[in-house]
C-alpha cells in the first residue's frame, strides 16, 4: 500500500524539500499550497523528477479551505499516512515593546490556529492509517532551553510574535500526543541547535548555516518512524532539544 502525505506550505523551503525527499521513498504526496500558481509550479518539477504529487491548495488560515483541502484528498485516498504541519509566518520582527495584537494575530493564525486546523480536519483520514504520525515544523526560538542561553543567536532577535507562536506550538504538540496516543506526533526544528545553525530559507533570507536538504533531516526522520515510535518529542538534526 502506498504511503501518503499531505505537507502544508509545501511549494518552496523546507515544505518542497521534504515532498521531494519523501516522495523520492515512493510516497503519494499531497502538496499543500497557498497560492495555487506558485503549487503548480511546484507540483511540475516533482513530477517531473518521478514523484507521485497532487496539488492541494491550502491556506492554513481559512477554515473554509481547509475543508476543501480535506475534500481533495478523500478524493485520492481512504487514508493519510502522514501530516507535515509546514506553513507558517514569520512576523515582521517587531520588539516586544512595539507587538501589536494584530501582528500577533496574523502570526499565530499561522503557526498556531492553522496546525490545528488542519490536524483536526485531517484526523478522520489519519486514523484510517495503520501508522498515522503527524510532524509539527517548530523552530528552536520556540525553546525556553534555547531562549535561557545567551550564547544562542536567537536571543539577540528581540520579536515576541514568532517565537511565542512556535513555544504554543510545541505546547500544542505535547498535548495532542497525550491526547492521541494511536497517533505519533513529534515536533521539529531545521537546525543543530547545539552547534547554533538553522537552515538556510526564505523565512530567514538565506542567513542559515545548513542546507534545506540538511534542515528536513529531522522532520524526514520523524516522518518515516514506525508505530513504535517516538511520539510527544522535540528534534532538531542531531536529537532531542530541550522545549
Given at each position: 500500500?502506498?504511503?501518503?502525505?499531505?505537507?502544508?506550505?509545501?511549494?518552496?523551503?523546507?515544505?518542497?524539500?521534504?515532498?521531494?525527499?519523501?516522495?523520492?521513498?515512493?510516497?503519494?504526496?499531497?502538496?499543500?499550497?497557498?497560492?495555487?500558481?506558485?503549487?503548480?509550479?511546484?507540483?511540475?518539477?516533482?513530477?517531473?523528477?518521478?514523484?507521485?504529487?497532487?496539488?492541494?491548495?491550502?491556506?492554513?488560515?481559512?477554515?473554509?479551505?481547509?475543508?476543501?483541502?480535506?475534500?481533495?484528498?478523500?478524493?485520492?485516498?481512504?487514508?493519510?499516512?502522514?501530516?507535515?504541519?509546514?506553513?507558517?509566518?514569520?512576523?515582521?520582527?517587531?520588539?516586544?515593546?512595539?507587538?501589536?495584537?494584530?501582528?500577533?494575530?496574523?502570526?499565530?493564525?499561522?503557526?498556531?490556529?492553522?496546525?490545528?486546523?488542519?490536524?483536526?480536519?485531517?484526523?478522520?483520514?489519519?486514523?484510517?492509517?495503520?501508522?498515522?504520525?503527524?510532524?509539527?515544523?517548530?523552530?528552536?526560538?520556540?525553546?525556553?532551553?534555547?531562549?535561557?542561553?545567551?550564547?544562542?543567536?536567537?536571543?539577540?532577535?528581540?520579536?515576541?510574535?514568532?517565537?511565542?507562536?512556535?513555544?504554543?506550538?510545541?505546547?500544542?504538540?505535547?498535548?495532542?500526543?497525550?491526547?492521541?496516543?494511536?497517533?505519533?506526533?513529534?515536533?521539529?526544528?531545521?537546525?543543530?541547535?547545539?552547534?547554533?545553525?538553522?537552515?538556510?530559507?526564505?523565512?530567514?533570507?538565506?542567513?542559515?548555516?545548513?542546507?534545506?536538504?540538511?534542515?528536513?533531516?529531522?522532520?524526514?526522520?520523524?516522518?518515516?518512524?514506525?508505530?513504535?515510535?517516538?511520539?510527544g518529542t522535540f528534534e532538531d538534526r542531531l536529537g532531542?532539544?530541550?522545549?
Amino acid at each position: 500500500m502506498t504511503t501518503t502525505v499531505l505537507i502544508t506550505g509545501a511549494n518552496k523551503g523546507l515544505g518542497y524539500e521534504a515532498a521531494r525527499r519523501l516522495g523520492g521513498l515512493g510516497w503519494k504526496v499531497f502538496l499543500g499550497s497557498r497560492d495555487e500558481a506558485r503549487g503548480r509550479e511546484a507540483v511540475e518539477k516533482l513530477a517531473a523528477d518521478g514523484v507521485d504529487v497532487v496539488l492541494v491548495q491550502l491556506d492554513v488560515t481559512s477554515d473554509a479551505s481547509v475543508a476543501a483541502a480535506l475534500e481533495v484528498v478523500r478524493g485520492h485516498t481512504e487514508h493519510l499516512d502522514v501530516l507535515v504541519n509546514n506553513a507558517g509566518a514569520p512576523g515582521h520582527a517587531v520588539t516586544p515593546s512595539e507587538t501589536t495584537a494584530d501582528e500577533l494575530h496574523a502570526v499565530f493564525d499561522a503557526n498556531v490556529y492553522g496546525p490545528v486546523r488542519v490536524t483536526n480536519a485531517f484526523l478522520p483520514l489519519l486514523r484510517a492509517s495503520e501508522n498515522p504520525r503527524v510532524v509539527m515544523v517548530s523552530s528552536a526560538a520556540g525553546s525556553f532551553g534555547v531562549m535561557l542561553d545567551p550564547d544562542q543567536p536567537v536571543t539577540k532577535m528581540h520579536e515576541l510574535a514568532y517565537s511565542s507562536s512556535k513555544a504554543a506550538l510545541n505546547m500544542i504538540t505535547v498535548r495532542y500526543a497525550q491526547a492521541l496516543p494511536d497517533v505519533r506526533i513529534n515536533a521539529v526544528t531545521p537546525g543543530e541547535t547545539a552547534k547554533h545553525t538553522f537552515a538556510a530559507t526564505d523565512m530567514n533570507q538565506h542567513k542559515g548555516q545548513l542546507t534545506v536538504t540538511e534542515g528536513t533531516d529531522s522532520l524526514v526522520r520523524l516522518a518515516t518512524i514506525g508505530s513504535d515510535g517516538p511520539t510527544g518529542t522535540f528534534e532538531d538534526r542531531l536529537g532531542s532539544i530541550d522545549w
